[in-house]
């Protein structure tokens, strides 16, 4: 928390004459994490369908613009198809499994409260 404030604290630039406002913050009940994970499109798809679809059979979304196909070509040359499971190749070569939101859930779970769980700081947790 405190880390957060003096954050914030640095990105604020004051002008002496004016008056302050406070800063409103909110404590979660659930972890930040679980927050960034986003559930399914409103179609119910994975985030990543249309790259799998255009890297599995080189096929555009219907709806799909002339700027939105010309983006999807460019963004699917990171990605590899190994059978029916999809991969974003990193700089470094390393692959990086591409899941949904439920998975990724249960990935985290096991991560951080699991078999798995670590006793490790927060930096070396992030790496």
Not at 78 to 95: A, F, S, T
């Amino acid at each position: 928390m405190t880390d957060a404030l003096a954050t914030l604290a640095s990105m604020i630039q004051v002008n002496r004459l004016e008056v302050m406002k406070p800063i409103q913050m909110s404590i979660y009940k659930t972890p930040a994490h679980c927050y960034n994970i986003k559930g399914k499109g409103k179609d119910n798809h994975p985030w990543y369908r249309s790259i799998l679809q255009y890297v599995k059979n080189r096929e555009y979304p219907s709806q799909a613009t002339e700027n939105d196909k010309r983006t999807l070509k460019r963004i699917a040359i990171e990605y590899i198809l190994d059978g029916e499971v999809l991969y974003k190749r990193r700089k470094d070569q390393v692959l990086l499994r591409c899941v949904d939101a439920v998975e990724a859930k249960k990935i985290l779970e096991e991560v951080h409260e699991g078999i798995c769980e670590t006793h490790v700081n927060g930096f070396t947790m992030a790496r």
